[in-house]
């Protein structure tokens, strides 16, 4: 129980920089989601915290404790390794254990803890098994259970359920949100699943090659990403983005990429010629017969079924949008539709990527 | 197709069984002779007798060569065990510069120091550390010729085990200690178990060593007191010898099942996912 700093943290493998100018305050008892794709130094995030990689630059600190250069053992941080780390010598109750024997906790109270975290991960039978005999979600599971034994400052998780079918997985999330907020422990989780981010962080910060692009809530992630990155790494489906620019038509402003083109509205604060990017969820792309010959037409090249929705690919052009629409009779491929658009859940970016600020309709 | 393999079959099998009594006959001769009466170098089996069991145990050199041959081996192999495990280990784990030319070197070293040709400064040397005659001047001198190889190996071995397991451990708060104890010693046993036999195995068989280095009667190891079993005029008592020679074997096959048996050999590690 004790909040997490990192103050411009920097770390170099030979020429490759790994981490650069991070700097994030993580409060006590939040859970923190680290989030961004493969190689991006989430792990090494992780590996700072918990002292077997030493930073390059700048300070971390746990609780009122400059921890930089301390020891792992000295951390109070308990950690699930991407690659389990399960000490292949050991029976799963021995590995479970071996945190709380090493630190002479009293045989009764363990028993009593590995019983109790074996039958909230469905351990129970494979106490006695040596880790070579589980399957990687068995391990996986073990590994966790090896970290909710103890009684930590912080909680540091590399992907820990990856390896988990749907169903464990939902079950294994809740479980670990749930001892997160009943111990009111620090939680530093690391994903790739955007999915996962959502459901169960407090907070989300989004990593790119080294450096952070942005933390926030997951609810501000999801409807005001900071750049074309994030924009297009959270949600389930990608963000539909679109490079063009901003042409004056009269009285109204139009964005336009090609045979693409949309109608915005004056005051959102936008030259005229502006070169933007525009980003438009597939939940607020909508499409209807066209039977008027409408300005945005486009063609239905795909359709997918998912349950009750439908995930359909429309191009204008060049241009390829995505649209998720509740399950209805599907479209035809080949069959010519009009656009239609929530206009409230554009997303505007300038030429670099980043989010124009206050360009909101 | 059919008929070539049925008509070879035959020969394969003479040959075989050629060769398998080429290797049998020494063993059984070792296990025969000694049980009797009057040995000679053709494998018989005439008259039992523990005779020469009997002459061996009247025989007091030939007792107390055990005892100094276990110490001498048994000497060599914790000290090339204890060694070689830190020094492999430190040079598994850690980087610095020249760490590679000291692998080579270890190479190199590895046939160089107990050969006939390194006898001479071996006995030099020993002779001015006043380590002539001692005991612990052959177990330096046994340790310091099995340790190159033995680092070389521990080393290799221990690169192939994950660091994630020493990594998981530190983090789990485990002290130096305990990260040996319960960690990086288990995980390396196998390896360690099998340097400890070789290291048995072969310093039990040395000769030239302590037949250089060792003069009183009282500190020989087997190897040079089975030497003692040749008649003043030269000729092998051959009876003495055999019965001395399965004993002298025994010790070995001991170690080794014990080991084996203990920490198992072979080589496993990996990390799964
Ligand atoms: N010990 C190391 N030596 C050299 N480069 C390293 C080392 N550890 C990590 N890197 C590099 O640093 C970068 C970040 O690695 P890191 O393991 O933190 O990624 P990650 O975000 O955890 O990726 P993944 O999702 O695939 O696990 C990668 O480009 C990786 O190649
Ligand atoms: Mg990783």
Redesign the interface.
């Known amino acids: 129980m004790a909040k997490l700093v990192f103050k411009d943290i920097h770390k170099q493998f030979g020429n490759h920089t790994a981490l650069e100018g991070i700097s994030v305050e993580i409060a006590e008892g939040e859970f923190f989601t680290l989030l961004g794709p493969s190689g991006c130094g989430k792990t090494t995030m992780l590996r700072l915290i ?3 990689e030493t930073a390059d630059k700048g300070e971390i600190w746990i609780g009122d404790r400059d921890v930089t250069y301390l ?3 000295q ?5 699930v ?1 991407q ?7 050991m029976t799963v109750a021995e590995n479970i254990s ?2 709380l024997v ?2 002479k906790t009293p045989g009764g109270r363990i028993q009593e803890k590995v019983k109790s975290v074996a039958e909230r991960l469905s351990l129970k039978g494979l106490l006695q098994r040596m ?2 005999q589980l399957s ?1 979600g068995q ?2 599971r073990v590994a966790v259970a ?1 970290a909710m034994v ?1 009684d930590p400052l912080v909680y540091l998780f590399d992907e820990p359920l990856s ?1 988990l079918d749907a169903k464990l997985r939902q079950e294994a999330r809740r479980f670990l949100k749930r001892i997160q907020k009943e111990t009111g422990i620090t939680a530093v989780y690391v994903t790739h699943d955007q999915t996962e981010a959502m459901a169960m962080s407090d907070r989300v910060a989004v990593l790119k090659d080294g450096r952070l692009i942005q933390v926030a809530s997951p609810e501000t992630i999801y409807t005001e990403p900071a750049d074309v990155f994030v924009a297009g790494f959270v949600g389930s489906l990608p963000m539909n983005l679109i490079e063009g620019k901003l042409e004056k038509e009269g009285r109204d402003l139009r964005f336009s990429a090609g045979e693409f083109s949309v109608g915005i509205d004056e005051n959102i604060g936008l030259a005229n010629g502006a070169k933007l990017t525009l980003g438009i969820r597939p939940e607020q792309v909508f499409f209807e017969p066209d039977s008027d010959g409408g300005r945005t037409r486009a063609v239905i090249d795909d359709v997918e079924q998912l349950g009750s929705e439908m995930t359909v690919s429309l191009s204008i052009g060049e241009v390829i949008l995505l649209s998720r629409i509740p399950k209805s009779r599907p479209p035809k491929t080949g069959e010519r539709v009009k656009l239609r658009f929530d206009k409230s859940g554009f997303h505007f970016f300038d030429e670099c990527g980043n989010r124009i600020a206050g360009a909101k309709i | 197709m059919m008929r070539t393999r049925y008509g070879t079959r035959p020969f394969i099998l003479a040959a075989l069984v050629l060769i398998g009594v080429f290797f049998l006959l020494p063993l059984l001769w070792l296990v025969s002779t000694p049980f009797s009466a009057e040995p000679t170098l053709a494998v018989k089996f005439s008259q039992p007798s523990l005779g020469n069991f009997l002459k061996i145990a009247a025989n007091r050199t030939a007792l107390i060569a055990f005892k100094n041959s276990l110490i001498l081996s048994g000497g060599a192999m914790i000290l090339v065990v204890v060694l070689g495990s830190l020094a492999a280990y430190s040079l598994s784990r850690a980087n610095f510069s020249g760490k590679q030319a000291i692998l080579s070197v270890l190479l190199l070293f590895s046939s160089v120091v107990t050969g006939v040709a390194a006898m001479v400064p071996i006995y030099t040397l020993n002779s001015r550390l006043h380590l002539i005659d001692t005991h612990i001047g052959v177990i330096l001198i046994f340790a310091a010729g099995f340790l190159p190889t033995a680092i070389f190996i521990l080393k290799d071995f221990m690169d192939r085990i ?1 660091r ?2 020493e ?9 130096p200690v ?1 990260l040996f104890r ?2 990086a010693f ?2 390396a046993r196998q390896g360690l178990a099998v340097i400890a036999v070789l290291t048995f195995v072969n310093t039990w068989s040395n000769f030239l060593v302590p037949f250089v280095l060792i003069r009183s009667n009282e500190k020989i190891p087997i190897a040079v007191a089975i030497y003692q079993f040749f008649s003043e005029v030269g000729i092998p008592r051959i009876g003495v010898i055999s019965a001395y020679s399965l004993l002298y074997t025994l010790p070995v096959l001991v170690i080794y099942f014990w080991i084996s048996r203990r920490y198992g050999f072979g080589f ?6």
């Open positions: 918990a002292g077997l020891p792992p053992g951390r109070k941080v308990a950690m390794f690659n389990y780390a399960l000490y292949p010598h071996y945190p090493i630190k880790p070579s990687g391990q996986q090896r103890q390896n | 994950p994630a397991y990594e998981a451990a530190l983090v789990d708060g485990s002290s305990q319960y960690v288990p995980l496993f590690g990996g990390i799964k996912g």
